[in-house]
């Protein structure tokens, strides 16, 4: 069974400071790994896909990197705004047949970025 | 407009009554998805469809029928809803192409509290 894991699961940082998230998931056979935001009591916006054949994908201040051999994937934001502060949440889509392939998704990193 | 849309946003039931949630998306994805989201356990598949009249159990399907009639709409129907089944619903959608998955989308939720 897929598992996935975040770390840290808090990380509250002055506002410019360039920040890592880490997603670790168990079973190496995805199909691609999708980070997400999601600001309190409100729906799941997608940030960044990264495909299993795919090494990282850049939007803007976000870089993703996805190493699938060692069951990884970072989430790096370059100079953290305010802005930023929300819940960050990392999904995997497994290719084995248990439950259609669904996305399995790790417990969040719950970001605050101070003024 | 195009996307996924939820409804109702915000429901109170009392214990035993029979609720659903409505799901609609407007890109014909094949794969549709229903998560609740609990302090403490993150996101749980309850349900999925990989096509319309194809539908499978997810990790806590107890207490939940599903149905997929057409392939833009997936209803959630909470039986005789219970206090336990107090949560926020999200559903989502995707394509599972030949390029190995594409990217889910997610609904804005509907919080539903059983009293």
């Known amino acids: 069974k897929q598992e996935v894991t975040q770390i840290p699961a808090a990380l509250s940082v002055p506002e410019g400071e360039n920040l890592v998230l880490n997603c670790s998931f168990t079973?190496?056979?995805?199909?691609?790994l999708q980070w997400f935001r999601q600001d309190p009591g409100k729906g799941l916006t997608s940030l960044l896909l990264?495909?299993?054949?795919?090494r990282e994908q850049t939007s803007g201040r976000l870089n993703a990197s996805l190493d699938k051999s060692s069951g990884r994937s970072t989430l790096y934001i370059a100079a953290s705004q305010p802005g930023d502060s929300a819940t960050y949440l990392c999904?995997?889509?497994?290719?084995?047949?248990?439950?259609?392939?669904?996305?399995?998704f790790g417990p969040g990193t719950r970001l605050s970025v101070l003024p | 407009d195009a996307g996924i849309t939820q409804s109702p946003r915000y429901k109170i039931t009392e214990t035993g009554r029979q609720v659903t949630l409505m799901c609609h998306q407007t890109?014909?994805?094949?794969?549709m998805f229903w998560y609740r989201q609990d302090l403490g356990h993150g996101l749980r598949l309850i349900y999925y469809?990989?096509?319309?009249?194809?539908?499978d159990k997810g990790e806590v399907p107890d207490g939940y029928v599903v149905s997929r009639s057409k392939t833009e709409n997936f209803p959630l129907t909470l039986e005789s809803a219970t206090r336990s089944q107090t949560s926020v619903y999200f559903c989502?959608?995707?394509?599972?192409?030949?390029?190995?998955?594409?990217?889910?989308?997610f609904g804005q939720g509907t919080r539903l509290t059983v009293v």
């Open positions: 989502a959608s995707s394509e599972m192409g030949v390029a190995s998955g594409t990217e889910a989308f």
């Open positions: 079973d190496s056979a995805i199909y691609n």
């Open positions: 990264i495909q299993s054949s795919q």
């Open positions: 999904a995997v889509r497994g290719r084995r047949q248990n439950y259609g392939q669904n996305f399995v």
């Open positions: 890109w014909s994805h094949s794969y």
């Open positions: 469809s990989a096509a319309a009249d194809i539908t």
